[in-house]
Protein backbone atom coordinates (compact mmCIF):
# COMPACT_ATOMS: atom_id res chain seq x y z
CA UNK A 1 0.00 0.00 0.00
CA UNK A 2 1.12 3.54 -0.84
CA UNK A 3 1.57 5.61 2.49
CA UNK A 4 0.47 8.92 2.43
CA UNK A 5 2.63 12.11 1.64
CA UNK A 6 4.39 13.05 4.57
CA UNK A 7 4.49 17.53 5.93
CA UNK A 8 8.19 16.38 5.33
CA UNK A 9 8.33 14.93 1.95
CA UNK A 10 5.92 18.59 0.90
CA UNK A 11 8.60 20.51 2.18
CA UNK A 12 11.09 18.83 0.09
CA UNK A 13 8.94 18.77 -3.11
CA UNK A 14 9.10 22.55 -2.74
CA UNK A 15 12.58 22.50 -3.96
CA UNK A 16 11.49 22.16 -7.25
CA UNK A 17 11.09 26.06 -7.34
CA UNK A 18 14.76 25.87 -7.93
CA UNK A 19 14.63 24.15 -11.28
CA UNK A 20 15.74 26.10 -14.47
CA UNK A 21 12.77 25.25 -16.52
CA UNK A 22 8.98 23.57 -16.40
CA UNK A 23 10.77 20.28 -18.43
CA UNK A 24 13.61 19.70 -15.20
CA UNK A 25 10.43 19.44 -13.16
CA UNK A 26 9.06 16.91 -15.91
CA UNK A 27 12.15 14.74 -15.81
CA UNK A 28 12.85 15.48 -11.99
CA UNK A 29 9.07 13.68 -11.50
CA UNK A 30 9.96 10.70 -14.05
CA UNK A 31 13.66 10.37 -12.11
CA UNK A 32 11.39 10.58 -8.64
CA UNK A 33 9.22 7.90 -9.91
CA UNK A 34 11.84 5.81 -10.60
CA UNK A 35 14.09 6.34 -7.66
CA UNK A 36 14.50 3.37 -5.58
CA UNK A 37 17.11 4.98 -3.09
CA UNK A 38 20.00 5.20 -4.79
CA UNK A 39 21.33 6.72 -8.51
CA UNK A 40 20.24 10.64 -9.68
CA UNK A 41 21.20 11.96 -6.72
CA UNK A 42 24.25 13.56 -7.45
CA UNK A 43 22.71 14.83 -10.88
CA UNK A 44 19.82 16.13 -8.88
CA UNK A 45 21.86 17.71 -6.72
CA UNK A 46 23.84 19.75 -9.33
CA UNK A 47 20.77 20.67 -11.50
CA UNK A 48 19.00 22.30 -8.65
CA UNK A 49 22.26 23.76 -6.46
CA UNK A 50 21.17 21.85 -3.44
CA UNK A 51 22.55 19.46 -1.29
CA UNK A 52 22.94 15.38 -1.83
CA UNK A 53 20.66 14.87 0.82
CA UNK A 54 18.39 17.51 0.14
CA UNK A 55 18.20 15.71 -3.67
CA UNK A 56 17.41 12.76 -1.57
CA UNK A 57 14.32 14.00 0.51
CA UNK A 58 13.17 15.54 -3.00
CA UNK A 59 13.83 12.30 -5.37
CA UNK A 60 12.30 10.29 -2.32
CA UNK A 61 9.29 12.93 -1.87
CA UNK A 62 8.61 12.60 -5.75
CA UNK A 63 8.50 8.97 -5.50
CA UNK A 64 6.16 8.80 -2.61
CA UNK A 65 3.73 11.42 -4.53
CA UNK A 66 3.78 9.71 -8.09
CA UNK A 67 3.18 6.07 -6.63
CA UNK A 68 0.50 7.39 -3.93
CA UNK A 69 -1.19 8.48 -7.64
CA UNK A 70 -0.93 5.58 -8.68
CA UNK A 71 -2.13 3.42 -5.97
CA UNK A 72 -5.33 5.38 -5.07
CA UNK A 73 -6.19 5.83 -9.11
CA UNK A 74 -6.30 9.51 -8.78
CA UNK A 75 -6.90 10.61 -12.33
CA UNK A 76 -8.85 14.37 -11.79
CA UNK A 77 -7.18 17.50 -11.19
CA UNK A 78 -9.57 17.75 -8.76
CA UNK A 79 -8.67 14.72 -7.08
CA UNK A 80 -4.30 15.58 -7.41
CA UNK A 81 -5.04 19.04 -6.10
CA UNK A 82 -6.56 17.57 -2.40
CA UNK A 83 -3.71 15.53 -1.79
CA UNK A 84 -1.54 19.00 -1.42
CA UNK A 85 -1.55 20.62 1.94
CA UNK A 86 -3.29 24.36 1.63
CA UNK A 87 0.26 26.07 1.72
CA UNK A 88 2.13 24.41 -0.98
CA UNK A 89 3.34 26.75 -3.46
CA UNK A 90 0.26 27.18 -5.83
CA UNK A 91 2.60 27.43 -9.07
CA UNK A 92 3.88 24.26 -8.17
CA UNK A 93 1.03 22.07 -7.30
CA UNK A 94 -0.46 22.79 -10.58
CA UNK A 95 2.68 22.44 -12.43
CA UNK A 96 3.13 19.35 -10.36
CA UNK A 97 -1.06 18.31 -11.17
CA UNK A 98 -0.37 18.62 -14.72
CA UNK A 99 2.73 16.39 -14.90
CA UNK A 100 1.17 13.90 -13.01
CA UNK A 101 -1.76 13.52 -14.61
CA UNK A 102 0.43 13.15 -17.97
CA UNK A 103 2.50 10.63 -17.09
CA UNK A 104 0.46 8.34 -14.67
CA UNK A 105 -1.17 6.48 -17.32
CA UNK A 106 2.47 5.43 -18.29
CA UNK A 107 3.96 5.00 -14.98
CA UNK A 108 0.85 2.42 -14.33
CA UNK A 109 1.16 0.49 -17.48
CA UNK A 110 4.86 0.82 -16.49
CA UNK A 111 4.52 -0.37 -12.94
CA UNK A 112 2.01 -3.27 -13.89
CA UNK A 113 4.48 -4.46 -16.35
CA UNK A 114 7.80 -4.87 -14.13
CA UNK A 115 4.81 -6.26 -11.41
CA UNK A 116 6.21 -9.50 -10.53
CA UNK A 117 3.99 -12.34 -10.81
CA UNK A 118 3.79 -16.34 -10.96
CA UNK A 119 4.45 -18.20 -13.94
CA UNK A 120 1.22 -18.28 -16.51
CA UNK A 121 -0.07 -21.59 -17.79
CA UNK A 122 0.21 -20.83 -21.80
CA UNK A 123 -0.79 -23.88 -23.52
CA UNK A 124 -2.56 -27.46 -21.37
CA UNK A 125 -3.11 -30.71 -23.70
CA UNK A 126 -4.27 -34.10 -22.03
CA UNK A 127 -5.10 -37.94 -23.05
CA UNK A 128 -6.18 -40.77 -21.33
CA UNK A 129 -4.08 -43.42 -21.24
CA UNK A 130 -4.84 -47.55 -20.39
CA UNK A 131 -1.58 -49.29 -18.79
CA UNK A 132 -1.01 -52.58 -20.60
CA UNK A 133 2.25 -53.82 -18.86
CA UNK A 134 2.74 -53.42 -15.41
CA UNK A 135 5.01 -55.06 -12.51
CA UNK A 136 1.88 -55.49 -10.82
CA UNK A 137 -1.62 -57.11 -12.22
CA UNK A 138 -3.78 -55.05 -9.94
CA UNK A 139 -1.95 -51.71 -11.54
CA UNK A 140 -3.01 -53.35 -15.32
CA UNK A 141 -5.19 -51.65 -17.50
CA UNK A 142 -5.76 -49.35 -14.98
CA UNK A 143 -6.95 -45.63 -17.10
CA UNK A 144 -4.73 -42.88 -15.96
CA UNK A 145 -4.99 -39.33 -17.54
CA UNK A 146 -2.02 -37.47 -18.34
CA UNK A 147 -1.99 -33.78 -18.66
CA UNK A 148 0.76 -31.71 -20.47
CA UNK A 149 0.77 -27.96 -19.13
CA UNK A 150 2.87 -25.51 -21.38
CA UNK A 151 4.06 -22.55 -18.44
CA UNK A 152 5.67 -18.74 -19.19
CA UNK A 153 7.68 -17.81 -16.60
CA UNK A 154 7.07 -14.23 -15.22
CA UNK A 155 9.10 -11.96 -17.59
CA UNK A 156 10.53 -9.71 -14.93
CA UNK A 157 12.16 -12.38 -13.76
CA UNK A 158 14.06 -14.14 -16.90
CA UNK A 159 14.10 -10.98 -18.83
CA UNK A 160 12.68 -9.73 -22.21
CA UNK A 161 12.43 -13.59 -23.52
CA UNK A 162 10.46 -15.86 -21.11
CA UNK A 163 11.19 -18.87 -20.83
CA UNK A 164 8.17 -21.87 -21.63
CA UNK A 165 8.46 -25.23 -20.17
CA UNK A 166 6.41 -27.84 -20.26
CA UNK A 167 5.15 -29.80 -17.22
CA UNK A 168 3.38 -33.69 -17.39
CA UNK A 169 0.97 -34.80 -14.59
CA UNK A 170 -0.10 -38.35 -14.67
CA UNK A 171 -3.27 -38.22 -12.66
CA UNK A 172 -5.08 -41.59 -11.64
CA UNK A 173 -9.52 -41.45 -11.41
CA UNK A 174 -9.27 -40.26 -8.17
CA UNK A 175 -7.00 -37.94 -8.23
CA UNK A 176 -8.61 -36.14 -11.31
CA UNK A 177 -11.60 -36.01 -9.22
CA UNK A 178 -10.12 -34.60 -6.35
CA UNK A 179 -8.66 -31.90 -8.64
CA UNK A 180 -11.71 -31.29 -10.65
CA UNK A 181 -13.63 -31.02 -7.14
CA UNK A 182 -10.78 -28.28 -6.31
CA UNK A 183 -11.31 -26.14 -9.65
CA UNK A 184 -15.27 -25.99 -10.04
CA UNK A 185 -14.87 -24.59 -5.92
CA UNK A 186 -12.25 -21.90 -7.36
CA UNK A 187 -14.51 -21.40 -10.35
CA UNK A 188 -17.53 -20.86 -8.37
CA UNK A 189 -15.63 -18.16 -5.34
CA UNK A 190 -14.10 -16.38 -8.55
CA UNK A 191 -17.71 -16.35 -9.77
CA UNK A 192 -19.19 -14.98 -6.68
CA UNK A 193 -16.33 -12.35 -6.17
CA UNK A 194 -17.20 -11.44 -9.83
CA UNK A 195 -20.20 -10.73 -9.02
CA UNK A 196 -20.27 -8.42 -6.38
Known sequence: MAA????????ALQLLLKAPSKEAVKQLCQDGFLWRGTGSVESTASSLSITAKEAQQLLGALHSLSHHVLFHGL???????????????PSLKNL???ILLEHSPTWRNEALSNQISLPQLVD?????????????????????????MKVQDDPCLCGPRPGVSTVTVELSKETLETMLDGLGRIRDQLSAVASK
Open 75 to 89: SSPEQLLAVFPDTFH
Open 124 to 148: MDWRVDIKTASDSVARMAVPTCLVQ
Open 96 to 98: LTK
Open 4 to 11: PVTEEQFT
